[in-house]
């Protein structure tokens, strides 16, 4: 079992800046991969961006390429976000995402790959 908490998030203007961070306790010496996922009421959740955790590489969603970098700090088991350039589109819940194992291949983007969620945090974007 990984249990996942999402913090970080808040109201910005846009074109702002935040950093989300989610921590990682449980089975975390097994983690494969992580990744953040958002969402808004009606719509189903979506990849934002992902981390291999043993290899560090990184995966992004076309529309936050070159806005947001995910990275992670494996001695203290947490994933962050920084999110730049932010846009009202951005606006959503944002929820991180771990899978254990090994992962071979391409980064998965269903979040029905994923077994271990976070409860989330909001992020608001203001025009």
């Known amino acids: 079992q990984v249990q996942l908490v999402e913090s970080g998030g808040g109201l910005v203007q846009t074109g702002g800046s935040l950093r989300l961070s989610c921590a990682a306790s449980?089975?975390?010496?097994?983690?494969?991969?992580m990744a953040w996922f958002r969402q808004t009421p009606g719509k189903e959740r979506e990849f934002v961006a992902g981390?291999?955790?043993?290899?560090?590489?990184?995966y992004y969603t076309d529309s936050v390429k070159d806005r947001f970098t995910v990275s992670r700090d494996n001695g203290a088991n947490t994933m962050y976000l920084e999110m730049a350039s932010l846009k009202p589109e951005d606006t959503a819940g944002y929820y991180c995402?771990?899978?254990?194992?090994?992962?071979?291949?391409?980064?998965?983007?269903?979040?029905?790959?994923?077994?271990?969620w976070g409860q989330g945090t909001q992020v608001t974007v203001s025009s």
């Open positions: 995402a771990a899978m254990l194992g090994t992962l071979i291949g391409i980064m998965p983007r269903r979040p029905s790959t994923y077994p271990y």
């Open positions: 449980g089975r975390t010496s097994s983690t494969a991969a």
């Open positions: 981390i291999r955790w043993k290899t560090g590489g990184t």
